[in-house]
């Protein structure tokens, strides 16, 4: 079905009638001028965070389905919500959005996005839609709550440097990704060459066993059991943030926030059997990745030296390294202890990629 044939009112309207409120905060949602939202004096602050999402430079919809597409967006949201120790409560979604689409597109998408508010208990309350000339754009802004926000400038020289999960799974996924297109469109044009008639040729990626790396880049999730556990027992981070641009980028972040430096070990890294078996298998480093790759959306943080043996009981997080005095800078000591490798912010970078 044409979009035009909805009109802007009638497309939300169709799009958003499957989204019941579910936090007694959300007053009112979809429907009015504005969203009304109510916090509770015992829920504490406000956190807001907003991202854009723009096709061919955030996603390429020649492998990411319009569904997992729509989980994305709002998870990334929420993943920076809970790396302020806060839950997301709310979101608002604006779409710009090209003739190419038809509305069962948008079913697609907004499918997805029920799906992540659904398992995160976020509602949808508001956005906008409007026609686009250059493809998607996607804008979603998430307002949750903490108690006690953390931020990145909390950490002291000494702390521990922990985080959770494994990294460079989503880079070695998105590597793979991008490798299955190129041969997808090799052998398309190859066919179109050969000026063959009748039906074009069925191609079939290679992704056995490759499941975990696909995930991590086209479904990732926010760390909100990691958040839980901290909470039940009793550690508040000194300072936190996830990892979206790269290990890298977020330490030194952290680093220059808080005016300390940090030393991180190489061999502490956690790394995937499936990413250092990829990362073999395309001659790249497997470090690199894990230091550098982003999308991976796992949380980092900081915890005073004292709550050392509190944090190792603490599953699904590893300790990395431990900040230092500004003056030492910040700095990766090599797996076999004898070198010091300067960190460079060489993740994600918009504007240079």
């Not at 299955?180 to 290679?206: I, L, T």
């Not at 839980?228 to 890298?248: A, H, R, W, Y």
């Not at 977020?250 to 030393?263: D, V």
Request: some cysteine; glycine content about 10%.
């Amino acid at each position: 079905m044409e979009i035009s044939e909805y009109g802007e009112f009638g497309l939300i309207e169709h799009l958003t009638a499957n989204f019941p409120l579910k936090n007694k905060s959300s007053l009112y949602g979809v429907g009015d001028d504005c969203a009304v939202i109510e916090n509770t004096p015992e829920e504490g602050k406000t956190v807001v965070t907003t991202d854009l999402l723009l096709e061919g430079i955030h996603f390429d919809l020649t492998y990411c389905p319009l569904r997992h597409l729509g989980y994305k967006a709002c998870v990334v949201n929420f993943s920076d919500v809970y790396a302020m120790m806060g839950t997301p409560r709310q979101i608002t979604v604006s779409l710009g959005i090209s003739k190419r689409f038809k509305v069962e597109d948008l079913e697609e998408f907004y499918a997805g996005m029920k799906l992540a508010c659904d398992i995160y208990g976020v509602d949808l309350v508001g956005g906008d839609t409007s026609a686009s000339m250059t493809g998607l754009t996607i804008s979603i802004t998430c307002i949750g709550v903490a108690e006690s926000p953390v931020y990145r400038n909390g950490a002291k020289p000494n702390d521990l440097i922990c985080v959770s999960g494994d990294l460079g799974a989503a880079y070695m996924g998105l590597q793979l990704l991008e490798r299955e297109k190129a041969m997808f469109y090799q052998e398309y044009n190859e066919w179109m060459r050969e000026g063959k008639k009748g039906e074009q040729p069925q191609f079939q990626p290679k992704f056995e066993g490759k499941e975990y790396l696909l995930e991590r880049q086209l479904k990732p999730e926010a760390r909100k059991d990691i958040v839980q556990k901290l909470k039940e027992v009793g550690i508040t981070p000194t300072s936190m943030m996830d990892v979206s641009d790269g290990l890298s980028s977020e330490l030194l972040h952290i680093c220059k926030q808080s005016k300390c430096g940090c030393r991180v070990y190489e061999e502490r890294l956690p790394i995937d059997f499936q990413t250092a078996s990829q990362a073999e298998e395309f001659n790249l480093n497997v470090t690199t990745c894990a230091m550098n790759g982003g999308e991976d959306y796992e949380l980092l943080f900081t915890v005073p030296l004292a709550q050392n043996e509190l944090i190792q009981q603490v599953s699904g997080i590893r300790l990395i390294g431990h900040m230092t005095d500004e003056r030492l800078g910040a700095a990766m000591i090599t797996r076999d202890g004898n070198s010091e490798i300067s960190l460079k912010a060489q993740g994600w970078n918009a504007f240079k990629n």
